[in-house]
């Protein structure tokens, strides 16, 4: 109900600025009326339905009701009928009618043995499963790559404040210089240098100002929200550690977990039906059939009859069509086997990397905290020695040069180790989870 509300009141509302956390960025992506990929696999779900209830009706019986009125007329030699009286000047017409005839009658059919039906029937439930699960995968992919484009966005964000800051500081040491040329112990090349340090510090303003606006915008369309709506990302750039797990229990948990993996294996479990239902074929079928009504050449005169019987079908020789059939399946169901081994290879590769890359954000998130600590202190250093007259312009530059970049190292090792927890709870198939 509540993410109901949320979609109804952003429509009308769409110059307002839209507060979105990551969560509720998840949460609108995979709702049905989200992201295009969910819908998509939601219909592929409904037809995997439907093709179960059509397996499930050559095992049920077929009814069906029929009324016919005929007035016919008839040439009986042209059926072969020739009659002969042995009266002279007397004879049988070979045309006759008109006349009429009428039957009212209810039909029905009902399969006895039938394996391969069974078989098939079988296979389609699996089927939907399968479905079900990639309607959790799908689910899944798109929290990932939702959670991606909301990291890139406030990634995008924190570049702006990053770049406005180095304006406001290039502004600064501008300032710094000319007090410093206007006292006497600045040269006109130090203000030369604090100008074109600005500039380059404006030009890139403006360049992460347009990534940022692309951000909200690949943000927006991952969502499924309109494109002019305006947001105000709620969540920033943050380091929260995570308890410690092993390769092994994160390879458990994704074997485990991974709704791909499941439906993999689901499929392969239809292949594998598919391909007995097609050995079955080599066996009887046995069905049952009936029909009750009246017939006559009107309702005054009609009279009941009625036809019950068993047919037993055996196949014999079909011109080589079932084997081929058979040698088909046999093949699609190995091949299902080789994608589940290659999808369980791929599983455990997604995990290692997703632990290393995560491990080695860690690291680097401790290594900028550390950098924009010195750079900090340096420049702080830096610009009290210029402005004692100890030291040159350069000194300040080098130091503002080496502040932008720990900056920058800061906000990238922030930026990769959330997409590293991203990338590990996909590996074990725990996007959503992890988000709430």
Not at 326 to 349: G, M, P
Request: aromatic share 4%; net charge neutral; charged share 25%.
């Amino acid at each position: 109900m509540r993410l109901a509300w949320l979609l109804l009141s952003i429509a009308p509302l769409a110059a307002a600025p839209v507060e979105l956390s990551l969560k509720h960025a998840v949460q609108l992506a995979v709702s049905p009326e989200g992201n295009t990929r969910v819908r998509l696999s939601a219909e592929a779900l409904k037809q995997a339905e439907s093709r179960a209830v059509l397996a499930r009706g050559a095992l049920l019986p077929d009814l069906s009701a029929a009324f016919t009125d005929q007035n016919l007329t008839r040439n009986l030699a042209a059926m072969g009928i020739q009659i002969t009286v042995p009266i002279p000047g007397f004879h049988i017409p070979t045309f006759v009618g008109p006349f009429t005839t009428m039957d009212a009658r209810v039909s029905a059919s009902q399969s006895v043995f039938d394996f391969s039906s069974i078989r098939r029937f079988q296979a389609s439930k699996v089927g939907m499963s399968a479905a079900k699960a990639d309607v959790t995968g799908s689910a899944e992919q798109v929290a990932a790559q939702v959670a991606r484009t909301y990291l890139a966005a406030v990634r995008a964000d924190a570049d702006v404040e990053a770049a406005k800051a180095n304006v406001t500081l290039s502004e600064a040491v501008l300032k710094q210089a000319e007090n410093q040329k206007a006292a006497g112990a600045g040269t006109g090349i130090e203000i030369t240098r604090a100008r074109v340090q600005l500039a380059n510090d404006r030009q890139r303003l403006l360049v992460v100002e347009n990534a940022r606006r692309a951000a909200g915008l690949q943000l927006l369309r991952g969502v499924g929200l309109r494109l002019d709506t305006e947001l105000v990302l709620t969540d920033n750039l943050q380091y929260i550690p995570l308890d410690p797990l092993t390769l092994e229990q994160a390879k458990a948990l994704a074997l485990q977990g991974r709704p791909d993996l499941e439906a993999q294996q689901q499929r392969e479990s239809t292949a594998r039906l598919s391909a007995s239902a097609t050995k079955l074929e080599r066996l009887p079928t046995v069905a049952a059939f009936g029909d009750y009504g009246s017939s006559g050449t009107g309702f005054d005169n009609s009279l009941p009859t009625r036809t019950i019987g068993i047919s037993v079908r055996v196949p014999l020789f079909d011109g080589g069509r079932r084997d081929a059939r058979r040698a088909e399946s046999a093949s699609q169901y190995r091949s299902e086997k080789v994608r589940t081994n290659d999808l369980k290879e791929q599983i455990e590769l997604d995990v290692r990397l997703a632990l290393d890359a995560l491990r080695s954000a860690e690291e680097q998130v401790k290594v900028s905290r550390e950098g924009l600590e010195l750079a900090e202190n340096e420049l702080a250093q830096a610009r009290r020695r210029y402005e004692a007259g100890v030291a040159i312009g350069v000194e300040v530059t080098d130091a503002q040069t080496r502040l932008e970049r720990a900056r920058d190292n800061q906000t990238t090792a922030l930026y990769n180790y959330n997409v590293g927890r991203i990338d590990l709870a996909q590996a074990m198939g725990a996007v959503r989870k992890s988000v709430e």
